[in-house]
């Protein structure tokens, strides 16, 4: 082919080739300064993910008293007021309907300080010094049975009374949430309450008062 010809065909496919690369777009558009980055596909998430405010708070008992495992004051005690110490608790299991409470020292035979069934579920803790009797306006409700000194001491709260020299003694305060509640005229032992809590305890909560002469 001639040097001419060359040229002049050069001329007609030069141009012919310029627009189709100016027509091809780019394998990925570059970044517009400001733009919002593009959202991750959704198909990338674990199936299971949920947000982190959707976990549940744990069921925890305290007092303003005494700390979990620490001293318990001589006042809660038959050696000072003898009067029932103010308790609350947060956490509450959904499906709540009641709690108990069981009051026991495991250092002298799982003695019986304190039962109580059909604590109301709206209820977040129980006053210092509540009165002892069956049954309980405030928490409406609410009932008591004997200790382990039996009936000659009535219903409600009675406190440590270890024998001097006996070493420490744990008292421990269990709240129970249960998804029942009891008929308002049952009578229970600690014994008969554990074993019709069982099968409905949704969550468990202990506190530990620690007390010796």
Not at 101 to 115: E, K, N, R
Request: with cysteine; hydrophobic share 40%.
């Amino acid at each position: 082919m001639s040097t001419l010809s060359s040229i002049v065909l050069a001329s007609f496919v030069m141009p012919i080739i310029t627009a189709l690369a100016v027509q091809v777009p780019p394998a990925s558009a570059p970044a517009v300064p400001g733009a919002a980055p593009a959202a991750p596909n959704d198909a990338s998430k674990p199936a299971d993910a949920a947000p982190k405010d959707a976990a549940k708070a744990e069921f925890t008992v305290k007092s303003p008293a005494f700390k979990n495992n620490e001293r318990f004051p001589v006042e809660y005690s038959t050696d000072g007021e003898n009067v029932s110490p103010e308790i609350s608790w947060e956490g509450t299991p959904a499906g709540t309907k009641s709690f108990a409470l069981i009051c026991h020292d495991p250092d002298a035979g799982q003695f019986i300080h304190w039962i109580a069934w059909n604590i109301p579920a709206d209820c977040k803790g129980l006053p210092r010094g509540l009165k002892r009797a069956a049954t309980l306006d405030d928490p409406k409700g609410m009932r008591q049975g004997f200790t382990g000194w039996g009936k000659s001491k009535g219903e409600g709260y009675l406190g440590p009374a270890p024998g001097k020299g006996s070493g420490d003694h744990h008292y421990t305060f269990t709240v129970v949430a249960l998804d029942t509640d009891f008929p308002a005229d049952k009578v229970f032992t600690a014994r008969e309450l554990r074993s019709a809590m069982k099968g409905h305890v949704l969550g468990k909560a202990e506190l530990v008062g620690i007390f010796s002469r």
